[in-house]
């Protein structure tokens, strides 16, 4: 089972997000990646956040639980406790090429929570509505689990 851990991250109205362009295509994603062997969902995705966005974090709490076909993804709401924004340093970052764009590229940015229902091309979109809705109406008591069907 493939196991990937992400993170929500809201300051000042806006939410941290990767803006990613790959082979043509161009969407968000919440900062986030696997789970390494021995390593729990909660560390994943706070060395993640520091790889991807350069920011370390606390974890607040598990908000959302993703089974997709093998692959499980967590996401938890999480506080900057230090680190510069865009000074990311894993490879994914560092190694991304505008002039390879099989590569991918990996741009992290604020984006207003209030602008997240204009695009279709935030990933997971559940998250997204959950990132809306909360922040108008409280987060939810207990972590949302979501079934995604397999196409």
């Known amino acids: 089972m493939r196991i990937r851990s992400g993170v929500v991250l809201i300051e ?7 803006e990613r362009y790959r082979d043509g295509a161009h969407y968000y994603v919440f900062p986030g990646g696997g789970v390494d062997e021995g390593e729990t969902p909660e560390g994943a995705a706070v ?8 920011l370390r974090v606390a974890i607040k709490r598990k908000l959302v639980e993703i089974h997709f076909g093998v692959s499980m ?3 938890f709401l999480a506080e ?18 505008p002039n390879h764009p099989e590569q991918g590229i990996y741009i992290p940015i604020w984006m207003p929570v209030t602008e997240l229902p204009q695009h279709d091309n935030i990933y997971p979109a ?15 008591a207990t972590p949302i689990v979501v079934e995604e069907r397999v196409q």
């Open 47 to 54: 060395r993640e956040m520091d790889e991807e966005t350069g």
């Open 126 to 140: 559940d998250v997204a509505a959950l990132v809306v809705n909360s922040t108008r109406e409280g987060w939810p």
């Open 12 to 18: 000042d109205g806006n939410v941290a997000l990767i």
């Open 73 to 75: 993804q967590h996401y």
């Open 80 to 97: 900057r406790i230090g680190g510069v924004f865009g000074a990311g340093q894993g490879e994914e970052y560092t190694h991304s090429d």
